[in-house]
């Protein structure tokens, strides 16, 4: 019992300090505004388009469009003029019918091929905001920069000191792990929907697990171009779970409330400063310090991706 206790403490300061790292936005401003021009354009790409035009196409549609379609086309019998209209029902059935269709033409024609838009322009731009995060990172001489040096001897203890091999085969080994990684994401992500299905405790395991999904997603940008190997980023993100989990908290909480659309609109604002913070994290010295303290001690590895890597 103590054991469980001591290990369910060490998890939360160890959760804490994932969250505190994920909401240290003061480096997305250091990043845009003192270091790159080209990344703040980029950031504020995504805000434009996934904000001001994805979040605002929704606003719109349910504080004008709607409103205007119950007017013209009421729903409730006290808004026809004519009685005999409303007493026959052909009229509210007819008018809800018509609703209907011109709510799912606006989604057919607006909505989804906006999103479905959104979603290839903002993986992009994605990509070059990590990249110039991480031109930044090398520039600068920061932590990534000197992770085949100064740290080398910490960072093959936990597992972070890697690279691919040089030539045609480091590009076909990156490949390679590009699309098994994608797959292992896409069964990683049928668990986490699986989840909600889960009675009474499902709600909260798909919390969890869109946590650390989250987390691995703004972390494998910078992992990506620094050239970690796949196996040493699934061994150092499973054996610091609860920091990751931490970390991915806030993306999270900040979508895990909306309706779908909604969600994917403030997520797709949020992700590009998640990403850069995870950029610029300290997560490896973070971990170490910690651990330090307990004497490399701490909780253990936890096969979050077992299942997905078993299917994979």
Known sequence: MDALSLNARRSAILWLAGFREACSL??????????????AIRTGQCFLLNGLIFLGSLFMFNSVVMPTLLWILPSECGQFVSEHVCQSRTALALYSFTRRVLVELFYVFWFYPLYAFSI??????????ARYAFEVLKRKGMHLAKASGERASQDNQNGMHSSRPGGLEGVVVGIGEQLYSL????????EVVAALFIPYIGTAISFLLNAWMYAYYCFEYKWNLSELSLDKRLEFFESNWAFFAGFGSPCVLAIFFFSRLVSYGVMAILFPLFVLTAAGSLAEQVIDSIRGEWNGGGPGKVPIFYAADTLS
């Open 26 to 39: 003061h480096r997305v401003f250091v990043f845009c505004f003192r270091l790159v021009l080209a990344l």
């Open 120 to 129: 290839i322009l903002s993986t992009m731009w994605y990509n070059d905001i």
């Open 183 to 190: 797959l292992l994401l896409t069964f990683f992500f049928i």
